[in-house]
Nanobody, 123 residues
């Protein structure tokens, strides 16, 4: 099992930036795929970005060019840099882990989830 703890959420105005962090612990070596998902009120949870063990990334069309996923393997920490934020980015953001191949945000079916961190973007 892998434990995931997110941090870095908050409130920001449209056009602003935030960086989310996710600290992983436990059997992290068994997970080759890490990602960020988000869920807005009244909507289904959707994938935003994923990264595999060698650093290959994929993004949802809605965040491509604005969000950047990265990881620090030495620190077992996942990041999501979010720039040019829009009100429609308002959601609870979840860190997630998976072991499936290939590791893409479309293919990800996480088996580990964090508790989430709230991001609110005001216009």
């Amino acid at each position: 099992q892998v434990q995931l703890v997110e941090s870095g959420g908050g409130s920001v105005q449209s056009g602003g930036s935030l960086r989310l962090s996710c600290a992983a612990s436990g059997y992290t070596y068994s997970r080759n795929c890490m990602g960020w998902f988000r869920q807005a009120p009244g909507k289904e949870r959707e994938g935003a970005a994923a990264i595999d063990s060698v650093g290959a990334t994929s993004y949802a069309d809605s965040v491509k060019g604005r969000f950047t996923i990265s990881q620090d393997n030495a620190k077992n920490t996942l990041y999501l840099q979010m720039n040019s934020l829009k009100p429609e980015d308002t959601a609870m953001y979840y860190c997630a882990a998976d072991f499936r191949f290939p590791c893409t945000i479309r293919n990800m079916y996480p088996i580990d989830w964090g508790q989430g961190t709230q991001v609110t973007v005001s216009s």
